[in-house]
């Protein structure tokens, strides 16, 4: 996005600079008083109108509904979607927020399937949740029990399959490979990057090239409760550079689950400073 600032004596001078760059419908994504080497002056950051809706249009996904009808149609299977990130993202957890949102997935009936069988716990914790919604899990160790456990889980009604991950630093290769075979023979129809939302831009532009196999299709942010603001959240997705369905903001399974695109639009606008005043 083309951020471009202005800066002017007075509110009303700066918004005629604003408006004569960038034309009436450009988004105001901060305004506060600065001091310069000219004195205390009036300052906009803006954003044009055709890059805001350009980030929109990046933003949306495919409608989930549509993804699904042609999965139905033309690979005959469950979908099948899989959360991939960093150890601490919340991969589990957002996983057992979408099986039981109905948000997700409209009701349907949700199988899980771990790949996850290196953290202390993590089975059991995922287990516990699949017992409580009533939900299938199936567990892998080898990628020859893949195509077996998947036919289980659809034999069972599964309309959706969520296939949850270990959490690996994408400099642990040997044990990455490990996964990722489990994985690339589950042929996910979707896989979200899930990231804390308080993530350094350089390291998120990092763990999505160690993420990038397989193909990643989504960004998922996780977390949003750990910030003060949502005020940066925009500018990481556009470094992503993915579409975006869903963000968590917080522990509660399944309520802090929330659409992602709208909340990161606005959050252009969550400025950090104060509201600019008149100056004469």
């Known amino acids: 996005m083309r951020l471009e600032t202005f800066r002017a004596p007075n509110l009303r001078r700066v918004s005629a600079l604003v408006r004569e760059a960038l034309g009436e419908d450009a988004m105001i994504v901060r305004n506060g008083v600065v001091q310069t080497d000219e004195g205390r002056m009036v300052e906009i950051v803006a954003i044009p109108a055709a890059d805001v809706e350009a980030f929109r249009l990046r933003l949306e996904p495919a409608p989930l509904a549509q993804v699904r009808a042609n999965v139905a149609r033309i690979r005959q299977r469950p979908f099948v979607l899989a959360v991939v990130g960093p150890t601490g993202a919340g991969k589990t ?126 960004l998922l942010f996780s977390k949003l409760d750990e910030l003060p603001t949502d005020a940066g959240l925009a500018d990481l997705a556009h470094r992503v550079g993915l579409p975006t369905r869903w963000l968590t903001d917080g522990q509660t399974i399944p309520d802090d689950l929330r659409p992602a695109p709208a909340r990161i639009l606005t959050s252009l606008t969550a400025s950090e400073i104060e509201p600019a005043a008149v100056l004469a």
């Open 93 to 218: 957890t957002t996983a057992a927020k979408l099986a039981v949102h109905p948000m997700a997935f409209g009701g349907r009936r949700v199988g899980f399937l771990t790949l996850d069988t290196y953290r202390v716990g993590a089975v059991d914790q995922l287990q516990m949740v699949a017992s409580i919604a009533r939900t299938p899990l199936e567990v892998v160790y080898d990628v020859r029990e893949v195509d077996a456990a998947m036919r289980r889980l659809a034999a069972a009604g599964c309309e959706v399959i969520l296939i949850d991950t270990p959490g690996r630093s994408p400099r642990a290769q040997e044990l990455n490979a490990e996964w990722r075979s489990l994985l690339q023979a589950a042929r996910p129809d979707e896989t979200h990057l899930v990231l804390p939302a308080a993530m350094r831009p350089d390291v998120a532009m990092a763990m999505k090239a160690g993420f990038a196999t397989p193909r990643l299709t989504h």
